[in-house]
Nanobody, 126 residues
Framework: QVQLVESGGGLVPPGGSLRLSCKLS????????LAWFRQTPEKEREFVAA????????YYADSVKGRFTMSRDNAENTAYLDMNNLEAEDTAVYYC???????????????????WGQGTPVTVSS
């Protein structure tokens, strides 16, 4: 059974930073493709960043490129999302996702992932 638990969300002023964590239990992290998505009540779930299990290639949404950095620590079985220069538009619930069979065409799609965490809320506001 794969379980993902996110943490690190909170309230931060515009221009601030947060680090989100995604702990994987029950399996070895580096055998999974991993991603972060976010969602607000007004929008569908939106791709943020992903890292492939083979080679560790990184992908980012254009809206976060240069501000967010995804990484993973295999020894800790944890993936991270470092978010800098946060904007009000980054306010959302952030979800971690994992998949074994993610193909290139689905890296940025929710359908590319089989397991999801419960989400951690991020609010960017002064």
């Amino acid at each position: 059974q794969v379980q993902l638990v996110e943490s690190g969300g909170g309230l931060v002023p515009p221009g601030g930073s947060l680090r989100l964590s995604c702990k994987l239990s029950g399996r070895t992290l580096n055998t999974y493709n991993l991603a972060w998505f976010r969602q607000t009540p007004e929008k569908e779930r939106e791709f943020v960043a992903a890292i492939r299990r083979n080679g560790g290639h990184l992908y980012y949404a254009d809206s976060v490129k240069g501000r967010f950095t995804m990484s993973r620590d295999n020894a800790e079985n944890t993936a991270y999302l470092d978010m800098n220069n946060l904007e009000a538009e980054d306010t959302a619930v952030y979800y971690c996702a994992a998949g074994r069979g993610t193909i290139l065409s689905t890296v940025r799609l929710p359908t590319g992932y089989d397991w999801w965490g419960q989400g951690t809320p991020v609010t960017v506001s002064s």
